[in-house]
């Protein structure tokens, strides 16, 4: 099976600084990665689909890149509201894996 | 308003049985690919299975053997039948749109289960 592996594990950083978080799959996925942040309590929400499509109503602080086994989930301009964490996913076959999450705070 | 809302979750024995519902407003469940994710207490995200709207359904090897995916058309209803529950099955269940080559788009709020004794 494949693997999805995140880094940082978590993160602190201050209001409006730039945050990237990466996400490396162990065999080629195409373009097939999602990225997803959940907030305390609250269901996931689909963030980025496709590697770098943006989600309606996503605002546009957030963006996705790469393909194949490397990629990258950036925020331009870290909010208060952005406090999450935050998964990538691979799909597009039957099996869906998620990485192990990184916890986004503010400093 | 695009809407799931999953019910059945509660407290039962490790051996024992639970079947989750999930109800869907504003799509038709068979018309697609429809997904249940868990989250166990304090850790992170995992697939559990998935039906194709062709009817393919697919599951974790965690979970393959005794768990079934299903749905119910005229009551535009998934389900998640569970069985010789484990105290590792413990976790708050969602269901999700999408799927396969599908992003996962549509989320419930969830259904916990615990299994202890």
Redesign the interface.
């Known amino acids: 099976d494949i693997q999805m592996t995140q880094s940082p594990s978590s993160l602190s950083a201050s209001v409006g600084d730039r945050v990237t978080i990466t996400c490396q799959a162990s065999q080629d996925v195409s373009k097939y990665l999602s990225w997803y942040h959940q907030k305390p309590g609250k269901a996931p929400k689909l963030l980025i689909y496709d590697a770098s499509n943006l989600e309606t109503g996503v605002p546009s602080r957030f963006s996705g890149s790469g393909s194949g086994t490397a990629f990258t989930l950036t925020i331009s301009s870290l909010q208060p509201e952005d406090v999450a964490t935050y998964y990538c996913q691979k799909y597009g076959n039957f099996v869906l894996t998620f990485g192990g999450g990184t916890k986004v705070e503010i400093k | 308003e695009v809407q799931l809302v999953e019910s059945g979750g509660g407290l039962v024995h490790p051996g024992g049985s639970l079947r989750l519902s999930c109800v869907a407003s504003g799509i038709i469940v068979n018309s697609n690919y429809m997904?249940w994710?868990r989250q166990a207490p304090g850790k992170?995200?995992?697939?559990v299975s998935?039906i194709?709207s062709g009817g393919?359904t697919?599951y974790?090897d965690s979970v393959r053997g005794r768990i079934t995916i299903s749905r119910h058309d005229s009551k535009n209803t998934l389900y998640l039948q569970m069985s010789r529950l484990r105290t590792e099955d413990t976790a708050v269940y969602?269901c999700a749109r999408?799927?396969?080559?599908?992003?996962?788009?549509v989320?419930?709020?969830?259904t916990t289960v615990t299994v202890s004794s």
């Open positions: 997904t994710v992170g995200l995992e697939w998935t194709y393919s697919y974790a969602y999408g799927g396969g080559v599908y992003r996962l788009d989320w419930g709020q969830g």
